[in-house]
């Protein structure tokens, strides 16, 4: 069975302040897929990042990195120099590589960044 | 527009009643899920269609839940004779195949059951 753990419930920061979202993950599969979802307050869940299990690269987009590290089983999320726009809930999930791709997500960490 | 679009927005019925929820995805894509996202929880999944043919509904809570997408496109999801626990955000997404390209999801409807 697939789990996705995320930790931290919550987190406040100020902004410019950089923040790490922690995501473990538990499956039996050697091929599956990682990803990251963005949850404004408006409730669309936002596309962030997709990676397969193995690309453990680390990706940089603009204020926000990666860091994938299969031997302890995390894909944590960096926001560099948070922004109050950055304000929602975020979403680690994962899905096997075959099959019909269901999505299984954590619970969420909410990230308020304050001005 | 060119996003998963879901109706209605906001839904509150009383106990008992049926209630319907609608999801149009984006255009070409084959594949479409639905979740439901308890408060405070990540989605969990319900039902996945290809096309038309709904392939998974393993996670649909009782026989009180039916999904349909009849000619591949805009989906139905349906509750018969709600309950209290019923009350939850319903989202939709969909997605171009079933290769793990990434879901799009639309803003949910949020259900409350009183």
């Known amino acids: 069975a697939q789990k996705v753990t995320q930790a931290q419930t919550e987190i406040s920061v100020v902004e410019k302040e950089d923040v790490t979202l922690d995501c473990v993950y538990e499956t039996r599969d050697t091929t599956y897929y990682l990803f990251w979802y963005k949850q404004p307050p408006s409730g669309e869940l936002v596309f962030l990042i997709r990676?397969?299990?193995?690309?453990?690269q680390n990706e940089i987009s603009g204020r926000y990195s990666w860091n994938f590290q299969k031997s302890t089983s995390s894909f944590n999320f960096t926001i560099t120099a948070s922004q109050v726009v950055d304000s929602a809930v975020y979403f680690c999930?994962?899905?096997?590589?075959?099959?019909?791709?269901?999505?299984?997500f954590g619970k969420g960490t909410m990230l308020l960044v304050s001005p | 527009g060119a996003g998963v679009s879901q109706s209605p927005r906001y839904k509150v019925a009383k106990r008992g009643q049926d209630v319907a929820l609608r999801c149009d995805p984006i255009?070409?894509?084959?594949?479409l899920f639905w979740y439901q996202q308890a408060l405070g929880q990540g989605p969990e999944f319900l039902t996945y269609?290809?096309?038309?043919?709904?392939?998974?509904k393993s996670g649909l809570p009782s026989d009180r839940f039916f999904a349909e997408r009849p000619e591949g496109s805009v989906s139905t999801l349906k509750i018969q004779r709600t309950q209290q626990e019923d009350s939850a955000v319903y989202l939709c997404?969909?997605?171009?195949?079933?290769?793990?390209?990434?879901?799009?999801f639309g803003d949910g409807t949020r259900l409350s059951i009183l």
């Open positions: 255009s070409g894509h084959v594949s």
């Open positions: 269609f290809q096309n038309e043919a709904q392939l998974d």
């Open positions: 990676r397969n299990s193995f690309d453990e």
């Open positions: 999930a994962l899905s096997e590589a075959l099959g019909y791709s269901t999505l299984t």
């Open positions: 997404a969909s997605s171009l195949n079933q290769a793990n390209q990434p879901q799009h």
